[in-house]
C-alpha cells in the first residue's frame, strides 16, 4: 500500500482518533492503523466530537498551531501546566486569560474510562 501527502499540520490526539475511526469505518484494519488507534484511544483526553469547538475557541485566543495541538493532546487543567506549554508563543498572557483557558479545556475533557 502505498501512501501520499496531501498537506500537513499540526494535530492533536484527539483529532488522531477522529481520523483513523473514519479509516476504519472505510476497511482500513491494517496493523499500523489498529495499533495507533489503540494508542491514542487510550490517551484522548477531549471529546473527539467537539474538538473544532474547542480548537476555534484557542484559535481565537492567538495560539499557533503546535500550541493549540499540545493543548488539545494534553489538556492541562492547572495555570501552570497550561504556561509550560506555551513555550512556542510570542507573548506572555495574563493570569486571567490562562484561567479562563484552563476552565474552557476543563469542560471538553471525557471522564475516566
Same mark, same amino acid.
Given at each position: 500500500m502505498s501512501f501520499e501527502i496531501k498537506g500537513s499540520?499540526?494535530?492533536?490526539?484527539?483529532?488522531v482518533k477522529r481520523i483513523l475511526e473514519k479509516r476504519m469505518d472505510e476497511?482500513?484494519?491494517s496493523d499500523v492503523v489498529i495499533r495507533t488507534y489503540e494508542y491514542v484511544r487510550?490517551?484522548?483526553k477531549c471529546d473527539e466530537e467537539k474538538i473544532e469547538e474547542l480548537r476555534g475557541f484557542l484559535e481565537e485566543r492567538g495560539f499557533n498551531e503546535k500550541t493549540i495541538a499540545m493543548l488539545l493532546s494534553i489538556c492541562p487543567t492547572t495555570i501552570?501546566? *497550561?504556561r509550560s506549554l *506555551?513555550?512556542?508563543e510570542d507573548k506572555t498572557y495574563d493570569t486571567?486569560? *490562562?484561567n479562563e483557558i484552563v476552565e474552557?479545556?476543563?469542560k471538553y475533557i471525557i471522564s475516566e474510562k
Open positions: 499540520r499540526e494535530i492533536s490526539i484527539p483529532e476497511g482500513d484494519v487510550r490517551f484522548a501552570e501546566e *497550561l *506555551l513555550v512556542f486571567n486569560v *490562562l474552557t479545556i476543563k
